[in-house]
């Protein structure tokens, strides 16, 4: 498939989304990624029904070769979470410094670190699984749509 077609398709799977709006529109069967697309590149996520931290941002660019195209993405934290994970990791690291430095408890001070690092590698490991379902529903995607013969 070439450049314009693939573009096609990610347009009619994605909906810009203004979550400002009063008005909100029913939900459509054939959307599958709340986003935009400009000229090659675009930025989507999955549409979900309820809020959800780990879900990635994909940030992509479609570039013609000679027979068909390339797709790029790059999967990314939502800027919230990339706040709220720097937040409560600089947080957690005062109070293991805290811990050592002023009241020399190791094990509040181990504590605070442990924490630090699980909250870490909670997010982390839910992100990889999260980016594991965009994967398999953005093939999916270009799958159905080019199965029932849709340019």
């Given amino acids: 498939m070439d450049q314009q077609q693939l573009i096609k398709r990610l347009d009619r799977a994605t909906r810009n989304v203004n979550f400002l709006d009063a008005v909100v529109a029913l939900p459509e069967e054939s959307v599958v990624f709340n986003g935009s697309l400009k000229g090659s590149r675009?930025?989507?996520?999955?549409?979900?029904?309820?809020?959800?931290?780990?879900?990635p941002l994909i940030k992509g660019e479609v570039s013609p070769l000679a027979k068909g195209c390339l797709v790029t993405l790059d999967y990314s934290?939502?800027?919230?979470?990339?706040?709220f994970l720097s937040?409560?990791?600089?947080?957690?690291?005062?109070?293991?410094?805290?811990f050592?430095?002023?009241f020399q408890d190791w094990k509040l001070a181990a504590l605070s670190a442990v924490a630090g690092l699980g909250n870490y590698g909670f997010a982390f490991w839910h992100f990889r699984r999260k980016v594991r379902e965009s994967q398999l529903l953005f093939h999916d995607m270009l799958d159905q749509k080019a199965g029932r013969g849709a340019p």
């Avoid at 549409?47 to 780990?54: E, G, T």
């Avoid at 937040?87 to 805290?98: D, E, K, N, Q």
């Fill in 87 to 98: 937040f409560w990791g600089a947080i957690t690291f005062l109070l293991t410094v805290l």
């Fill in 77 to 83: 934290f939502f800027p919230a979470t990339v706040f």
């Fill in 42 to 55: 675009f930025v989507i996520s999955k549409k979900i029904a309820k809020a959800d931290s780990f879900l």
């Fill in 100 to 102: 050592l430095a002023v």
